[in-house]
């Protein structure tokens, strides 16, 4: 008899579910849309409620195309869940969000980076972290939200708040608040983790007054991170309960998946953003050319650095010409139009909805 593995991969416009059988083949899909708020001021924000029940939704379209085809559930013998990485939301011990989840390409924390940087900081982040001071990633996300909102700031000094990515946001409410796990490819992009010592990094949280905030067990990507009951989460009327054996933001498990095992093997990904992302070995090695050093995948007893440039606007590019200017009725209509333009018709496509930097600016990678 087959056994099956359900895939979880939760993006920033929808969330997709497979259950893959054992040698890889795709048994049962499904993919539900997400909402994101994209606010004038650069604000990008969605919410983590909807979020964690567009997981649940997804889940139950593919479990219904699994059970169509006679297929059984008791055959599911584990999930992995990948996810939009430096998204991050906060929320009290009972699992109830705190604030919106503020989305990686929200662009509220510029004065803050700015600030952060002429104070000299941008050179102990970059040596800790692998990573530049950009509004990109959580951490000064985090700081904004503190600055703007005096009771949250309240909070955790008290010790009351979670901080999570999306993987540790669904853990916990998958797994009603006893798993409060990431994994080191999430925890690697949010300024917080030392990328070396594979450790939530104490100077960093002590000099942004963090030092009470609670933030997730980090753990190889390939891991025990507790049981799932979805038949009693989904209602399911069989009894469904199953081992979450990966979690792995979305970049980093297509690195694994195109087989980027080796040093120097690498790959591009497009979606709402892009990202090139190439493996540099079991040592972090720091960029001089504007690249950020990450966690490229880990196992157990293994740890793979990478070096990544990502793009913020690519195939969100394509959704904001289709519903704002109305230009096609579907994507794919886009390499028709392209290619009824001659190359020397000047026509160019800048997808600049993050501004735009000097090509010699390490933000430029933004």
């Known amino acids: 008899m087959k056994k099956y593995i359900l895939a979880i991969d939760q993006g920033t416009s929808s969330t997709k579910t497979i259950l893959f059988d054992e040698l890889g083949q795709a048994a049962a ?8 708020d994209y606010f004038d001021n650069g604000f990008v924000e969605q919410n983590p409620e909807d979020i964690y029940q567009n997981v649940l939704d997804s889940v139950t379209e593919c479990l219904k195309d699994f059970t169509k085809k006679g297929l059984a559930i008791s055959d599911i013998v584990s999930c992995g869940i990948s996810n939009q990485r430096e998204t991050f939301i906060l929320w009290d011990k009972d699992g109830k969000a705190l604030a919106p989840a503020v989305v990686w390409a929200c662009k509220r924390s510029i004065s803050i980076c700015t600030d ?4 000299g900081q941008n050179d102990l982040i970059k040596q800790k972290t692998g990573l530049l001071l950009d509004p990109y990633f959580s951490g000064t996300k985090l700081l904004w939200l503190l600055e703007n909102d005096s009771e949250l700031k309240e909070k955790v000094v008290k010790g009351e708040v979670y901080f999570g990515t999306v993987d540790c946001w669904l853990l916990y409410k998958l797994t009603n608040g006893t798993q409060f796990k990431t994994d080191y490819t999430n925890a690697s992009r949010t300024l917080l983790f030392n990328i070396h010592t594979l450790q939530w990094d104490n100077e960093i949280l002590e000099n942004w007054g963090l030092s009470n905030l609670n933030l997730p067990q980090p753990c190889p990507s390939s891991h025990d991170f507790g049981m799932v009951n979805f038949g009693q989460i ?59 050093t990450t966690i490229c995948w880990s196992t157990e007893n293994r740890v793979d650095y990478a070096l990544e440039g990502a793009i913020v606007s690519c195939g969100s590019t394509i959704e904001w010409l289709k519903n704002e200017l109305q230009l096609f009725s579907s994507p794919a209509e886009t390499e028709a139009m392209a290619k009824a333009i001659p190359d020397n018709a000047g026509v160019y496509l800048i997808p600049a909805f993050s501004g735009l930097t000097l090509a010699n600016e390490p933000k430029s990678i933004y």
């Open 29 to 36: 899909k499904g993919s539900v849309d997400l909402k994101t």
């Open 116 to 119: 952060l940087i002429e104070k």
């Open 234 to 292: 989904l209602n399911h009327e069989t009894p469904f309960s199953i081992p979450i054996t990966s979690l792995i933001g979305d970049s980093h498990a297509a690195t694994f998946g195109e087989g980027c095992f080796e040093k120097g093997t690498a790959k591009v990904t497009l979606g709402t953003g892009s990202s090139i992302m190439m493996n540099i070995g079991d040592k972090a090695v720091l960029s001089n050319s504007g690249m950020l």
